[in-house]
């Protein structure tokens, strides 16, 4: 197992960079960082024994990205299950979503994973079941110690490789072009749902000729490529060994948007996000930025993510949903099991890390503290009990998903294949390349499919 973690190391360096694992100690970045936060729990008291009490001491490690609400809520919950828990602590280890992969990959190489991690459908789930790092859940379903029976099946499907359990989703989410409403209401400039590439682009050379602020197409954001290759006819751009797309030129449609806001200028310069972490909610340029220049109007996020985001933006700032823009929106929008709760095969704990899991998914307490941060809940039943308490920024994501996505949605893309990562890195140097005039969009797209082939047949 240590060999093949070790090429989970190599793989996810690719893409994220080295940085190196957190201890658990309860630590915050400076003022204007991150803000990410590593706390320890040590909580022993309270005598409810509802949530599986066992005797004797019992730590677990858990980790997940996210910003520092999700940080925030998910440690009170934490809490208050260790409270109701004697002699259960938890190790809790918080990162930002690239920094969480390369130190997941470096703990897996250890042998060391969390109890209790967050997965990701598209780029992780298979390749770590590969692996043999995640436990089957299966054996504990059937054992009724986790309840799957208020999430319906396709989401619940979602998180089964090769007919077994290795992850239950948190929550449901779709792809989400957030954008600054404030500025565009100003403007007098309406964002319809559900735009073509050729709409969106002249919304943005609109907004910069009237502004000067500019445009943020998923810099960084894997999943960019794959919803405009959806919207192109192509629902899956893999095949065994390769790429399942005609040629060359398949790959011209999505980085002709960076070519052509590159060149007329609204697309923002590559330089922006060296200074920046990518993906990092609080720093995006949407909300983050010093002047027009390096503002953009949109974010390609997810629609779980608008809590966060608002809650970053500048006072007076309202930040509402539209579709990422594509060819064919209804072949490129989808429902997403927004991320999973998995646990490492190698945990000396994994019956209290079931029932942990179990509490985050099923709880109505514990649900109404995180409140859908991670998306919409999957189980039925805790996703009508909260529904009252959720904050707008969720009411609009519930009706957002419902009413806009819902009706106008196809099938959702199958996991992405091992080396799929080395990819994606591929794309963002393509990108890069393009934004610094180094490429045309013709040249991006013969590099990415010759070079992707050739690391996807390794």
């Not at 052509?260 to 060296?274: F, P, S, V």
């Not at 709760?341 to 994994?350: D, E, H, M, P, T």
Request: glycine residues 8%; charged residues 20%; negative net charge.
């Amino acid at each position: 197992m240590k060999k093949k973690a070790m090429a989970l190391v190599l793989t996810t360096a690719l893409v994220c960079g080295l940085a190196g694992c957190g201890s658990g100690n309860t630590t915050k970045a400076p003022e204007g960082e991150t803000g990410q936060t590593q706390t320890t729990s040590a909580s022993q008291t309270g005598n409810n024994d509802t949530k599986g009490n066992t005797e004797g001491a019992r730590n677990l490690v858990i980790g997940w990205w996210g910003n520092q609400v999700r940080n925030d809520r998910t440690q009170e919950v934490l809490d208050m299950y260790a409270e109701s828990n004697p002699g259960v602590t938890f190790d809790s280890q918080p990162a930002e979503y690239s920094d969480y992969w390369t130190k997941l990959a470096t703990a897996a190489a250890g042998n060391s994973l969390p109890d209790v991690l967050q997965m990701n459908y598209s780029f992780y789930l298979k390749q770590y079941v590969e692996n043999g790092l995640l436990e089957d859940l299966t054996p504990y379903v059937e054992q009724g110690l986790l309840d799957v029976s208020e999430i319906d099946k396709k989401i619940l499907d979602s998180g089964t490789v090769d007919g077994k359990l290795y992850a239950i989703c948190s929550g449901v989410n779709v792809p989400a072009l957030i954008y600054n409403k404030t500025l565009t209401d100003e403007l007098g400039i309406e964002i319809k749902n559900n735009m073509t590439i050729e709409e969106f682009m002249d919304v943005s050379r609109e907004i910069y000729e009237k502004s000067g602020v500019k445009t943020d197409f998923g810099y960084g954001n894997v999943e960019s490529i794959m919803y405009i290759m959806r919207g192109e006819g192509f629902s899956d751009i893999f095949k065994d060994g390769g790429f399942d797309v005609p040629g060359e030129d398949a790959f011209q449609p999505f980085f002709d948007i960076y070519e052509t806001g590159y060149k007329e200028g609204w697309m923002l310069d590559a330089g922006i996000y060296a200074e920046l972490t990518v993906n990092s909610v609080e720093q995006c340029p949407l909300v983050y930025f010093s002047s027009p220049s390096t503002q953009s109007w949109c974010a390609c996020y997810w629609s779980n993510q608008l809590t966060a985001m608002q809650q970053a933006a500048p006072e007076g700032m309202e930040l509402e949903y539209s579709t990422w823009p594509a060819k064919d929106p209804q072949k490129a929008n989808y429902l997403h099991p927004s991320m999973f709760f998995s646990v490492a095969s190698g945990s000396s704990n994994k019956e209290e890390a079931v029932k942990v899991l179990n509490y985050l998914i099923n709880d109505i307490d514990c649900n109404n503290v995180l409140l859908a941060e991670r998306g919409v809940p999957a189980p039925v039943n805790v996703a009508d009990a909260i529904a009252p308490l959720l904050p707008e920024e969720s009411q609009k994501e519930i009706k957002f998903i419902n009413e806009v996505v819902t009706p106008n949605s196809s099938t959702m893309s199958p996991c992405s294949p091992v080396g799929a990562a080395e990819v994606f890195s591929l794309m963002e140097d393509m990108v890069e390349k393009i934004l610094y005039g180094q490429l045309t969009s013709a040249e991006a797209s013969s590099e990415f499919y010759n070079q992707g082939n050739a690391i996807l047949a390794k």
